[in-house]
């Protein structure tokens, strides 16, 4: 994972999903802001419109590769000691799995709902 | 990293004078650091929210209490000074701004401008 996330590829990489995620983020705010929904079953149906679903699963997506080559680029400069290191990354890599799994199964959950 | 080194180190974080340009920097990775730490929290959140009358009931509380309130303004100054500062870095790799009073200025407009906004988009959806 980590060769697969180096170099070029992860450069590329961070600034393909960021353009993604700050576009998302301007439009949730932005809805959110503008016409927040009123009740749990507005929301719910907002979060299980296709649309909203599908983009919603690509956010979740890109913000696990985006954080993981962010934190793994703050790891790699104050951890140096290989044992920690390899400790924190698999932690991170462990928190940003389960967070991402859970997710999914949110949406894919409200989805069905 | 393990091989010596005669080099002079100074890394009291007190006593470096950071350039607006690495104030804005590290910002972005402090910021960066609080969002990828909130991820789980957010999760929860959505979970939560999504869970039925009850359960949007309560997550609605929770960013409505006095300590929800503060985590949403961090995290939405988080996302702004991110967003911004990433901005600014996608322009300067497209050769935009990289000249010295661009590059300063902007940095300083970066780095002023997510407090207040933060403060502003969070008053707004909440």
Do not use: C
Request: aromatic share 10%.
């Amino acid at each position: 994972m980590s060769r697969k996330a180096s170099g070029l590829r992860a450069w590329a990489l961070q600034r393909a999903t960021a353009v993604y995620l700050g576009l998302f983020f301007i439009y949730l705010v932005g809805a959110l802001a503008v016409a927040p929904p009123a009740d749990a079953a507005a929301w719910q149906a907002w979060m299980s419109h296709p649309v909203m679903s599908i983009a919603s699963l690509v956010f979740v997506l890109a913000l696990l590769v985006h954080a993981w080559v962010g934190v793994r680029d703050i790891i790699i400069d104050y951890l140096w000691h290989t044992g920690v290191r390899m400790a924190a990354l698999a932690l991170v890599a462990l928190v940003l799995a389960g967070s991402g799994l859970w997710a999914l199964q949110t949406l894919v959950l409200a989805r069905l709902a | 990293m393990t091989a010596a080194s005669k080099r002079p180190i100074f890394l009291n974080l007190l006593e470096i004078r950071l350039p607006i340009g690495g104030v804005m920097s590290i910002l972005h990775r402090v910021s960066g650091a609080v969002m990828f730490l909130a991820i789980p929290l957010m999760v929860y959140l959505l979970d939560l929210s999504l869970s039925g009358p009850e359960g949007f009931a309560a997550a609605d509380a929770l960013v409505h209490s006095w300590f929800g309130v503060l985590v949403v303004f961090a995290l939405m100054w988080s996302l702004l000074h991110h967003l911004l500062a990433g901005i600014r870095y996608l322009l300067i790799d497209v050769h935009l701004g990289v000249e010295k009073p661009v590059f300063r200025q902007t940095a300083w407009a970066v780095t002023v401008a997510a407090p207040p906004l933060a403060l502003i988009l969070t008053g707004v959806v909440l």
